[in-house]
């Protein structure tokens, strides 16, 4: 599926200021630990990075994003809920929303992920192909609807997340800062990242 479509770029794709957030360059980017980035490196073609903070509130948000072209059995997406884990946290919270963008309803899930003092709220999606596919059993789902008609879908994963005790207050400004930065994309491009837009209404 890759193939047929215009290549695509991670850092182009994904807009560096929007609405009123802008990257924080005063603030390192959170690494994972090297083992766990060779593991991803062979899952993924592209990753992305950026801590972003609010202009108006202060408020910091880490962005984090995965493309892979071959979404099939030995290379689909690997979920926060495994990766997290893998690092030493433990996932406290884990739950199914739907975030109305006003153009589209996306499906996320919500975590929220613990690490000593530190409470990481999660707000993620990952689009296989076409359609968002949250479960690996959703995954598998699309991967053989792809199949029927000889297709290796690409996927991607995005995940928003912040340091925050509240969850729900966190769950807000992720929901905010992801509207606005689709809102910050070219149509094609926030298509490919979130699904495609409502049907219009006659």
């Not at 957030?21 to 062979?42: C, E, F, H, K, R």
């Not at 997290?84 to 946290?89: D, I, K, L, S």
């Not at 879908?153 to 995940?159: F, K, N, S, Y």
Request: charged share 25%.
């Amino acid at each position: 599926m890759s193939d047929d479509r215009p290549k695509l770029s991670l850092e182009g794709a994904f807009p560096k200021a929007f609405g009123d957030w802008q990257i924080d360059t005063g603030v390192p980017v959170q690494l994972i630990s090297p083992d766990l980035q060779a593991y991803l490196d062979t899952i993924y073609n592209q990753t992305l990075s950026r801590t972003f903070i609010n202009r108006s509130t202060g408020a910091r948000i880490m962005l984090s994003v995965a493309y892979g072209g071959d979404q099939s059995d030995g290379t689909k997406a690997h979920r926060p809920e495994v990766c997290y884990p893998a690092q030493g946290f433990e996932i406290r919270s884990d739950r199914t929303d739907i975030l109305d963008t006003g153009d589209r309803g996306m499906q996320v899930r919500r975590l929220v992920a613990r690490l000593g003092a530190r409470i990481e709220p999660i707000s993620y999606w990952i689009i296989v192909g076409d359609r968002i596919a949250l479960s690996g059993t959703r995954q598998k789902i699309e991967q053989l609807r792809y199949a029927a008609v000889g297709v290796i879908p690409d996927g991607m994963l995005v995940r928003v997340s912040s340091i925050d005790t509240d969850s729900e207050r966190a769950y807000g400004i992720h929901d905010a800062f992801i509207r606005q930065m689709l809102a910050g994309m070219e149509q094609e491009i926030s298509a490919r990242v979130a699904g495609p837009v409502r049907a219009a209404r006659s």
